[in-house]
């Protein structure tokens, strides 16, 4: 089902400015990106097949439009999953990334300098997969079997807290390091037993290829959330504000053109109109903040990677959550949306 927020006041760019100037006040005598000597020359962002309102903001070029005044460029690099955005991240070739809340979890855990600002959706874009004529049935199933999946992702940390749900590990299952498209045709071709799969390629598995969804849980989908570089942050607050009211127009913007925003997606991730719905219709766009059930399901996903060993045992999860989010920008948005279904 598919979710579209209904802001309390239409977005505008009155209501943008408003928030920008909201935030340069607040900054005080911080750095300014107001001004040419402190502004970068290019601002950097991923864009993701899993984060439509990157498609989008991408497609129309509003940042681009509202940067050229301050000779600032845009550029777009495309991220395939939530390990590559934090691998550009933390290598500095991107300022802002998309990924899921427990992946950013798993880079901040790591020592990858970001903070996590916005909330670009939440979707059920995880689930196990197997193939229709597949005789697994249940999480407990999946002992002794060849599962893929992309370490550093919500698909991986979603199959670890599905095993631990059922008493298992993944010491228990032989696990296939692949990126997700990669683990959908290691699926359809029978060389892995299962799949913890990822949208679009899920829904383009489950809808071209009779794939299975075997085990799904919405409650373990830990949120999509834009990130950006610490330092780019500090150095640069008025940016950030900036991106992030284009990202609220993009926002508006496909709740009020639902067909574009499936058309949209389809052309850029080579989709079919059929596939680009099923993803849709489990995108949920009314949540930007985080509030305290965002927080709970980020560090419930933390407590399982510290069983696994994905992050040191010593790492207090709690705190690291803290340190990672940062609600000062999306505080400083429009009001907050109302979902309608």
Partial sequence: M????????PLTRLASALALAGLLASCGGGT??????????????DYAYYNPLSLVLKQQGWLEKDLAKQNIKVEWVLSQGSNKALEFLNGKSIDFGSTAG?????????GNPLKAIYIYSKPEWTALVTNGNSAIKSVADLRGKRVAATKGTDPYIFLLRALDQAG??????????????????????GDVDAWAGLDPHMAKAELESGARLFYRNPEFNSYGVLNVREEFATQHPALVAEVLAAYEQARAWAREHPAELQQTLATAAKLSPAVAAKQLGRTDFSIV?????????????????????????????????????????????????????
């Fill in 2 to 9: 598919s979710y579209f927020s209904v802001s309390h006041r």
């Fill in 32 to 45: 300014s990106a107001g001004t040419a000597a402190s502004a970068p020359e290019t601002v950097r962002l």
């Fill in 102 to 110: 427990a992946a950013a979890l798993i880079g901040r855990a790591n």
């Fill in 168 to 189: 298992l590990s993944e010491k228990d299952i032989e696990l296939i390091p692949l990126q997700h498209p990669d683990g959908r045709a290691a699926l359809a071709t």
């Fill in 289 to 341: 903040q985080f509030g305290p059930q965002q927080r709970a399901t980020i560090a419930a996903a933390g407590d399982v990677l510290k069983k696994s060993g994905t992050i040191d045992a010593t790492v207090n999860v709690q705190k690291t959550v803290n340190e990672l989010i940062d609600t000062q920008y999306a505080a400083k948005l429009a009001a907050p949306p109302v979902a309608v279904r």
